[in-house]
């Protein structure tokens, strides 16, 4: 076992918290090595785990019916205090026959 000589330990000593951090830290191996790391999380880890998310909610909307729940007229909502300035004023925006009902009940009923 090798005694460290006095210069050695004032060396250690008298590095600031800073530069003793950064000499221990990943970023210490150069900006190659850590570009390297994330390139090879992206591709193998990242990449992979959002065709799996894709694959499954892909698998699961092919066996889901949608249904419409039943239409009940609570008086808070589908409150039209002036009407809107397109269509008919009645229709929301991005209204769907089949899912949005108006303030009376669905279209179709």
């Known amino acids: 076992m090798a005694v460290a000589s ?10 600031s918290g800073a530069q003793l951090g950064r000499s221990m830290s990943s970023g210490a191996h150069g ?12 591709y193998f880890i990242a990449l992979p785990g959002v065709g799996v998310s894709m694959l499954n909610v892909f698998l699961k909307s092919r066996h889901r ?6 239409f009940v007229a609570y008086p808070h909502l589908r409150i039209r205090s002036k009407p809107f ?14 899912v949005n009902p108006l303030p009376t009940g669905y279209e179709d009923e």
């Open 85 to 98: 300035p397109w269509g008919d004023g009645n229709h929301t925006l991005f209204h769907n026959s089949h």
């Open 6 to 15: 006095v210069s050695q330990l004032s060396g250690l000593l008298g590095r």
């Open 65 to 70: 019916e949608h249904k419409r729940p039943e």
């Open 31 to 42: 900006k190659e090595g850590s570009a390297r790391m994330w390139k090879v999380l992206t």
